[in-house]
C-alpha cells in the first residue's frame, strides 16, 4: 500500500471503516456514479396496485424479511421483490399468505428500470454494511425515492442526495 499513489473508498462512511479497522493510509473519497439515462423508459404499468420495489440479491443480509411484517401493516401497496439468491426460498415460505408480496425473479436491464419509474420507492432493508448500494443511484436516476435502512453508508447517500428516506424500526419503515 506505500507504493499506491491513491486509494480510493467509496463513500465516507467505507473510509472511516477503514480507518478504524486500522488502515493507515490516506484515502480519496470518489462515490459511485453512473452515466447519464440516454432514453427515459416509460413506467412499468403491468401492476395493477401500487407497489414498492426490492432490487438484488436474496440473502439474509439483505434485510428483506424484516419488510414483511410491515407489508401486513400498509395494505395499500405491494412490494415487488426483483432478484434471486441463496435465501429466495426461505424468503418465499416467509412471504407465503402475504398476496401483496411478489417475486418476479430477475429482469434484463430496461426491464429494472422501468420497474423503478413505475415504483413508489425503492426499499433498502440491509441489515449489514455495504460500502456503497449501487441501488439507490441507479433508483435516483431513475426520478424514484428510495426507502433505506440508517445503517451503512445509506444515511450519507441518502442525506445528500435529499432522495428519500431512513429507517430504523419498522415503525419508521411504514411512515416513510
Known amino acids: 500500500l506505500d507504493g499506491m499513489d491513491i486509494i480510493i473508498a467509496k463513500s465516507e462512511f467505507s473510509r472511516a471503516k477503514h480507518a478504524e479497522f486500522g488502515l493507515r493510509h ?34 439474509k443480509i439483505k434485510g428483506l424479511q424484516d419488510v414483511f411484517p410491515a407489508m401486513d401493516r400498509y395494505p395499500e401497496a405491494d412490494l415487488l421483490i426483483l432478484g434471486d439468491g441463496d435465501y429466495a426460498g426461505e424468503l418465499k415460505r416467509l412471504a407465503a399468505g402475504r398476496p401483496n408480496i411478489q417475486f418476479l425473479g430477475r ?17 433498502v432493508p440491509s441489515i449489514c ?33 435529499g432522495g428519500g428516506a431512513l429507517f430504523s424500526t419498522e415503525a419508521d419503515l411504514i411512515a416513510a
Open 129 to 161: 454494511y455495504e460500502t456503497f448500494g449501487i441501488i439507490l443511484i441507479e433508483s435516483f436516476r431513475l426520478g424514484t425515492p428510495v426507502i433505506a435502512r440508517r445503517l451503512g453508508p445509506f444515511p450519507e447517500i441518502v442525506e445528500r442526495a
Open 107 to 123: 429482469k434484463s436491464p430496461d426491464e429494472l428500470d422501468a420497474y423503478y419509474r413505475g415504483a413508489l420507492g425503492l426499499i
Open 26 to 59: 490516506e484515502m480519496t473519497v470518489l462515490p459511485y456514479f453512473l452515466p447519464d439515462v440516454t432514453k427515459m423508459v416509460e413506467p412499468f404499468a403491468g401492476h395493477p396496485r401500487p407497489y414498492f420495489l426490492f432490487v438484488g440479491r436474496l440473502e
